[in-house]
């Protein structure tokens, strides 16, 4: 046992063993593959290619770093050309994220997502109006590459102030039949207001309700009970259950289906009644 000082190249063509370590204080080590664990043959720390490094355990890769800088987990390869900087793959139901917080109260775990106007990492220039927050996206391949299928989004909705004031909405969207482009289909905005729409949601939240069903095209409800019967249920807690029409147009009401032989009462824009007849 001791201490031998080299204060030169050293330069090893075999095997060097040291049973004490090894200090390095300046300098670089170069290996030319891979550092092994000792005893442990089938871990190690691999390079692979140039600018990359891997992690090798139990005889395999458990993930890699690419010259991309992207971290690789059960592929050696980005996925079908992918630039995000995480990508995990698997052939089982391994091919997952869990995120867990142990602790003896109510709180959750959380998944941050942030956004800057700022240009530079770290910066806290303030966003503005309509500003994309972030996505929560289901991708699928066709046979010939990547295409959405789903997706949530949030972006601001409204003036963002700098007293922890950040107004935002979340909008769902899903990708019609014969198209690779989603739409925009569910709206929840600052205000709280719920808008289903296939076109025109910036049209609907005008409207001025909670929950506002409207389109370009028109629009329609329907409340149906597949069992034994369909029924439409209005109340108000301390007020009166209201039907009506926003604008000047009449009100009609039909029995099987909404075709014009269906009408049963219509009650006009002028307040005229009529019984089976229009």
């Known amino acids: 046992a001791g201490v031998t000082t ?51 355990t139990g005889g395999s890769e458990s993930f890699r770093v690419d010259s991309e800088q992207k971290v690789l987990i059960g592929t050696t390869s980005e996925l079908l050309s ?16 869990r ?25 806290a220039t303030i966003v503005q109006d309509d500003d994309d927050l972030g996505r929560i996206r ?18 601001v909705d ?11 909405r979340l909008a769902f969207y899903t990708t019609p039949d014969a198209s690779g482009t989603p739409s925009e289909k569910i709206r929840v905005s600052a205000g709280g207001t719920v808008s289903i729409s296939q076109s025109d949601h910036d049209g609907a939240q005008t409207l001025g309700a909670d ?6 095209t028109g629009a329609s409800i329907i409340v149906g009970d597949t069992g034994s019967g369909e029924y ?28 014009a032989s269906g009408e049963r009462l219509r009650i006009t824009a002028t307040g005229l009644v009529g019984i089976n007849t229009t």
């Open 138 to 155: 289901w991708n699928a391949t066709n046979g010939s590459g990547i295409n959405f299928a789903a997706e949530i989004r949030a972006n």
């Open 6 to 56: 080299i204060t030169d190249d050293l330069k090893v063509n075999s095997t060097l063993t040291a049973s004490e370590g090894i200090n390095v204080t300046a300098g670089i080590v170069t290996v030319n593959d891979y550092i092994q664990h000792a005893g442990d043959t089938n871990t190690a720390l691999r390079f692979p290619a140039a600018d990359t490094f891997s992690v090798e």
């Open 232 to 259: 439409l249920y209005l109340a108000g807690e301390g007020g009166t259950g209201r039907v009506g029409t926003k604008s000047n147009h009449d009100l009609v009401i039909y029995t099987n289906g909404i075709a």
């Open 158 to 168: 409204g003036t963002p102030g700098a007293s922890n004031d950040m107004p935002g």
């Open 211 to 216: 929950l506002v069903v409207a389109d370009t």
């Open 99 to 123: 995120v867990c917080r142990a602790g003896d109260n109510a709180n959750g775990p959380y998944i941050h997502f942030q956004k800057t106007r700022s240009a530079s990492v770290g910066g």
């Open 82 to 97: 992918q630039n995000d900087k995480l990508q995990i793959a698997d052939t089982s139901a391994n091919a997952g994220v």
